[in-house]
Protein backbone atom coordinates (compact mmCIF):
# COMPACT_ATOMS: atom_id res chain seq x y z
CA UNK A 1 0.00 0.00 0.00
CA UNK A 2 1.25 3.16 -0.96
CA UNK A 3 0.95 5.70 1.65
CA UNK A 4 0.11 9.16 0.22
CA UNK A 5 -0.06 12.48 2.15
CA UNK A 6 0.51 16.31 0.78
CA UNK A 7 2.67 16.33 3.75
CA UNK A 8 5.25 13.63 2.64
CA UNK A 9 5.60 14.89 -1.13
CA UNK A 10 6.52 18.28 0.31
CA UNK A 11 9.51 15.89 2.57
CA UNK A 12 10.21 14.36 -0.45
CA UNK A 13 10.78 17.93 -2.52
CA UNK A 14 12.56 19.23 0.20
CA UNK A 15 15.17 15.94 0.50
CA UNK A 16 15.48 15.97 -3.39
CA UNK A 17 16.29 19.54 -3.24
CA UNK A 18 18.80 19.35 -0.84
CA UNK A 19 20.31 16.62 -3.36
CA UNK A 20 20.40 19.25 -6.09
CA UNK A 21 22.08 21.79 -3.94
CA UNK A 22 24.55 19.32 -3.19
CA UNK A 23 25.25 18.29 -6.46
CA UNK A 24 25.14 22.24 -7.76
CA UNK A 25 27.58 23.34 -5.08
CA UNK A 26 30.03 20.42 -6.05
CA UNK A 27 29.96 20.65 -9.83
CA UNK A 28 31.03 24.25 -9.29
CA UNK A 29 33.76 23.01 -7.39
CA UNK A 30 34.86 20.27 -8.74
CA UNK A 31 33.03 20.31 -12.12
CA UNK A 32 31.26 17.36 -13.87
CA UNK A 33 32.94 13.52 -12.79
CA UNK A 34 34.53 11.93 -16.02
CA UNK A 35 33.12 8.98 -14.92
CA UNK A 36 30.11 8.51 -12.44
CA UNK A 37 28.90 4.75 -12.98
CA UNK A 38 30.28 3.34 -9.51
CA UNK A 39 27.28 3.14 -7.01
CA UNK A 40 28.96 2.26 -3.17
CA UNK A 41 28.58 -0.87 -2.32
CA UNK A 42 25.88 -0.48 0.29
CA UNK A 43 23.74 0.91 -2.04
CA UNK A 44 24.14 -2.09 -4.98
CA UNK A 45 23.39 -4.31 -1.65
CA UNK A 46 20.18 -2.30 -0.83
CA UNK A 47 19.02 -2.86 -4.69
CA UNK A 48 19.80 -6.17 -4.49
CA UNK A 49 17.48 -7.02 -1.77
CA UNK A 50 14.04 -7.07 -3.34
CA UNK A 51 14.77 -3.58 -4.53
CA UNK A 52 15.47 -2.21 -0.86
CA UNK A 53 14.66 2.06 -2.24
CA UNK A 54 14.39 2.65 1.41
CA UNK A 55 17.87 1.42 2.45
CA UNK A 56 19.74 2.80 -0.89
CA UNK A 57 18.44 6.25 -0.52
CA UNK A 58 19.48 6.09 3.19
CA UNK A 59 22.85 5.66 1.71
CA UNK A 60 22.29 8.34 -1.11
CA UNK A 61 21.57 10.89 2.02
CA UNK A 62 24.43 9.81 3.91
CA UNK A 63 26.65 10.42 0.79
CA UNK A 64 25.67 13.70 0.35
CA UNK A 65 26.35 14.73 3.70
CA UNK A 66 29.93 13.37 3.86
CA UNK A 67 29.82 15.29 0.24
CA UNK A 68 28.25 18.75 2.24
CA UNK A 69 31.11 18.38 4.59
CA UNK A 70 33.95 18.10 1.77
CA UNK A 71 32.73 21.09 0.33
CA UNK A 72 32.70 22.97 3.92
CA UNK A 73 36.02 22.10 4.17
CA UNK A 74 37.22 22.78 0.93
CA UNK A 75 38.08 19.28 0.83
CA UNK A 76 38.01 19.51 -3.32
CA UNK A 77 38.94 15.12 -3.42
CA UNK A 78 36.23 14.29 -0.84
CA UNK A 79 33.41 16.26 -2.56
CA UNK A 80 34.56 14.63 -6.09
CA UNK A 81 34.57 11.12 -4.82
CA UNK A 82 30.86 12.03 -2.70
CA UNK A 83 29.72 13.95 -6.28
CA UNK A 84 30.58 10.59 -8.73
CA UNK A 85 29.01 8.27 -6.31
CA UNK A 86 25.93 10.68 -5.76
CA UNK A 87 25.70 11.30 -9.55
CA UNK A 88 25.67 7.68 -10.24
CA UNK A 89 23.06 6.33 -7.10
CA UNK A 90 20.89 9.13 -8.64
CA UNK A 91 21.02 7.61 -11.95
CA UNK A 92 20.17 4.25 -10.89
CA UNK A 93 17.14 5.77 -9.11
CA UNK A 94 16.16 8.11 -12.61
CA UNK A 95 17.18 11.06 -10.57
CA UNK A 96 20.12 12.22 -11.91
CA UNK A 97 19.39 16.50 -12.25
CA UNK A 98 22.42 16.78 -14.81
CA UNK A 99 20.69 13.92 -17.44
CA UNK A 100 18.23 15.11 -20.18
CA UNK A 101 15.13 15.81 -19.58
CA UNK A 102 13.58 12.16 -19.51
CA UNK A 103 16.32 10.61 -20.23
CA UNK A 104 16.44 7.55 -18.27
CA UNK A 105 20.42 7.16 -18.99
CA UNK A 106 22.29 8.02 -21.54
CA UNK A 107 22.55 4.38 -22.97
CA UNK A 108 18.55 4.04 -23.98
CA UNK A 109 15.54 2.78 -22.37
CA UNK A 110 15.74 0.27 -19.62
CA UNK A 111 19.55 0.64 -19.20
CA UNK A 112 20.63 1.90 -15.95
CA UNK A 113 24.25 3.44 -16.21
CA UNK A 114 25.01 1.08 -19.32
CA UNK A 115 23.56 -1.91 -17.88
CA UNK A 116 20.09 -3.26 -17.58
CA UNK A 117 18.43 -3.52 -14.44
CA UNK A 118 18.24 -7.36 -13.01
CA UNK A 119 17.57 -9.37 -10.04
CA UNK A 120 21.88 -10.05 -10.49
CA UNK A 121 22.75 -6.85 -11.19
CA UNK A 122 25.23 -6.72 -8.16
CA UNK A 123 27.49 -9.56 -9.65
CA UNK A 124 27.09 -7.84 -13.07
CA UNK A 125 27.83 -4.30 -11.40
CA UNK A 126 31.58 -5.47 -10.92
CA UNK A 127 31.70 -8.03 -13.64
CA UNK A 128 29.78 -7.05 -16.10
CA UNK A 129 28.05 -10.16 -17.06
CA UNK A 130 24.78 -11.71 -17.02
CA UNK A 131 23.87 -15.26 -16.64
CA UNK A 132 23.44 -17.83 -19.31
CA UNK A 133 20.02 -17.34 -20.04
CA UNK A 134 18.66 -14.53 -18.48
CA UNK A 135 16.64 -12.15 -20.52
CA UNK A 136 17.66 -8.49 -19.47
CA UNK A 137 14.25 -7.02 -20.93
CA UNK A 138 12.96 -4.51 -18.41
CA UNK A 139 9.56 -6.31 -18.76
CA UNK A 140 10.61 -9.54 -18.40
CA UNK A 141 14.06 -9.84 -15.61
CA UNK A 142 13.90 -13.45 -14.47
CA UNK A 143 15.66 -16.46 -16.19
CA UNK A 144 13.51 -18.39 -19.07
CA UNK A 145 14.43 -22.01 -20.26
CA UNK A 146 16.68 -22.69 -23.14
CA UNK A 147 14.99 -22.83 -26.77
CA UNK A 148 13.77 -25.78 -28.05
CA UNK A 149 13.01 -27.00 -24.21
CA UNK A 150 9.60 -26.76 -22.16
CA UNK A 151 8.72 -25.87 -19.07
CA UNK A 152 8.16 -28.57 -17.19
CA UNK A 153 4.54 -28.22 -15.99
Not at 22 to 31: C, D, I, M, Q
Not at 50 to 65: E, F, K, M, Q, S
Not at 92 to 113: E, H, M, Q, T
Request: charged share 20%; aromatic share 4%.
Amino acid sequence: MIDYADESLAEAAAAYGRIEGFVTRAVELVGVPADASAVPDDFAASMDDDLGVPGAVAVLHNTVREGNTALAASDKEGAATALASVLAMLDVLGLNPLAAPGAASDSGSGAICGRSWTPWSRSRWSSGRRPGNARTSPRQTHPRPARGRRASR
